[in-house]
């Protein structure tokens, strides 16, 4: 992901450089690069079945037979299978948290509001380590099993279908960092001075128990204790704070409906400026050491989430804001809601980047991880935009600078964006430029006005929701009249550098 990152930080001449780098470290494996076959007909891939609803995911394979129904392990991602689990839908997450970066130990209490969509004897949350001292549901002390990420609880009674249901859990430890398929790492990361917390896709099990799949977003309020002198920022507003004996308690809530890989809690010693921007409430924490690389940047925020609000529609969100810390083994920023977490100072395209986010990712959300260049390739498309309002270059410029300088067999272009297989190619370059590109080729195709349309009801149809690929191909169609059938094919499915399209 450093690689990304540097693509993504450079203006147009950077990218030679860094693009030229990626592209021969990712070429020592081109000997062991095998094309493969895909699906070629977006038509028929229109037609492959849509994932099916969350209520579906029910009683599970897990069986159960004498002892009652079990809700499902996962819901069945392609790329995370055990991601999530069947048979509920969880509308709240009340966390409580103390954290003393001295001892590295995480207390938490997690009270779990859901509605159960079927009757179950039990039901899985995913929780990575730490040791649990209470478990209830509905208040009354409930049995539990550990297996792997899987926190398997068989309530006193069990759930019924339609019911709302509560589960508390009390827990401690040290946080396990959780090491992705591509090596980055994520979760509750320890930083010198606190915590970098980040969970796409799947950090979030590392510092909470939580039905960790990005289809069932929920509110959340957390509360965070540490050391005085340091400052916690989660996602939302800040409802307030306190200090009592040597620690300060930070309040967060998230009132929109947030992906859990999305939840945050970094902490460490911040500067927190709240401000307004678009009269939305903004918080900008800033470790003091980024304070001066990350000035520049953070002194366009409000025209970046301008140009973004003008562009796509309304900020979705309650709070606005960024979280810049000094987090630099981590390698990567990410769009936390409401306040992306940055691993370091940022530069203006990196913050649009992530701001960006706020619309296609965070608002507007992926039903399955293969599915991710529905945010990336949005976000670089946002950089170019961004690049153009501020005069530095156009979304074709990109384009035909990516197109020009890599051959056709480059490792830029593969996999497909719309076919990712592997976990660790979700975030490759080319699911964020040739995902950017796939934008630029439509927006040529279809023409500037019907594009932005395009762009702004997509927003506007499923923000707070989850999306598919097809259903981003057949609203495109709807809105151009084209058949965008080989377009797509060739943009998204077709190995190797689109020829014509
Ligand atoms: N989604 C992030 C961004 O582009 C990047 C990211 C999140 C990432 N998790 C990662 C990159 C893990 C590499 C590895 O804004
Ligand atoms: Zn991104």
């Known amino acids: 992901m450093a690689m990304t990152r540097g693509i993504r930080r450079g203006v147009l001449l950077a990218l030679v450089v860094s693009v030229t780098a990626a592209g021969s470290a990712a070429a020592a494996p081109l000997g062991g690069w095998q094309p493969q076959s895909r699906g070629s007909d977006v038509a028929a891939r229109l037609k492959q079945q849509q994932p099916a609803p969350l209520s579906s995911y029910g009683p599970g394979g897990g069986g159960g037979g004498a002892t009652g129904v079990f809700g499902d392990a996962g819901l069945g991602d392609p790329l995370f299978p055990l991601a999530g689990n069947g048979g509920y839908d969880v509308r709240h997450y009340a966390l409580g948290l103390s954290y003393d970066p001295a001892t590295t130990i995480l207390d938490g209490t997690a009270l779990v509001l859901a509605s159960a969509t079927e009757s179950l004897s039990r039901f899985d949350l995913d929780l990575r380590g730490f040791t649990i001292s209470d478990l209830r549901v509905d208040g ?164 970046i989430v301008k140009l973004f609000s003008d562009t796509y529609g309304r900020y979705p969100f309650d709070a606005v804001g960024a979280i810049v810390d000094d987090a630099p083994d981590v390698g990567y920023a990410l769009e936390s809601q409401t306040k992306p977490n940055f691993d370091r100072a940022p530069d203006d395209f990196t913050l649009a980047h992530e701001i960006s986010h706020q619309w296609f990712g965070d608002a507007v959300t992926l039903t399955t991880w293969p599915d991710i260049w529905l945010h990336e390739g949005f976000a670089t498309y946002s950089e170019w935009l961004w690049a153009d309002h501020t005069g530095q270059f156009t979304p074709q410029d990109a384009f035909d600078y990516y197109y020009d300088n890599f051959a056709a067999d480059d490792p830029l272009w593969s996999p497909p964006p719309g076919a990712v297989t592997d976990a660790s190619d979700l975030f490759s370059n080319s699911v964020y430029l040739r995902g950017g590109m796939t934008l630029q080729a439509l927006r040529v195709k279809i023409g500037d006005a019907r594009f932005f349309t395009l762009l702004r009801r997509w927003y506007a149809q499923n923000r707070y929701g989850n999306v598919t690929t097809p259903e981003f191909i057949a609203l495109a169609e709807r809105v151009s009249g084209q058949d965008l059938t080989a377009f797509f094919d060739a943009w998204l499915y077709q190995e190797g550098r689109p020829a014509s399209w």
């Open 140 to 303: 009354r002390p409930a049995s539990y099993t550990r297996d792997g990420q899987e926190l398997q609880i068989t309530p006193a009674r069990p759930l019924r279908a339609g019911r709302p249901f509560t589960v508390s859990v009390r827990y401690s430890g040290t946080p396990e960092v959780i090491i992705d398929p591509d090596g980055s790492a994520e979760g509750w990361v320890p930083t010198s001075d606190g915590a970098f917390v980040v969970g796409e896709p799947q950090g979030s099990p590392g510092w909470f128990p939580v039905n960790d799949n990005p289809r069932d977003k929920a509110t959340y309020d957390i509360a965070v204790s540490v050391p005085a002198g340091l400052t916690a920022v989660s996602n939302g507003v800040l409802l307030g704070q306190f200090t009592r004996k040597g620690k300060t308690t930070y309040v967060w809530h998230e009132g929109a409906p947030m992906a859990s890989y999305l939840a945050t809690a970094t902490l460490g010693v911040f500067d927190l400026q709240r401000s307004r921007i678009e009269g939305i409430p903004s918080y900008v924490a800033v470790d003091p050491s980024q304070a001066a690389d990350a000035a520049p940047a953070l002194a366009q925020l409000p025209e």
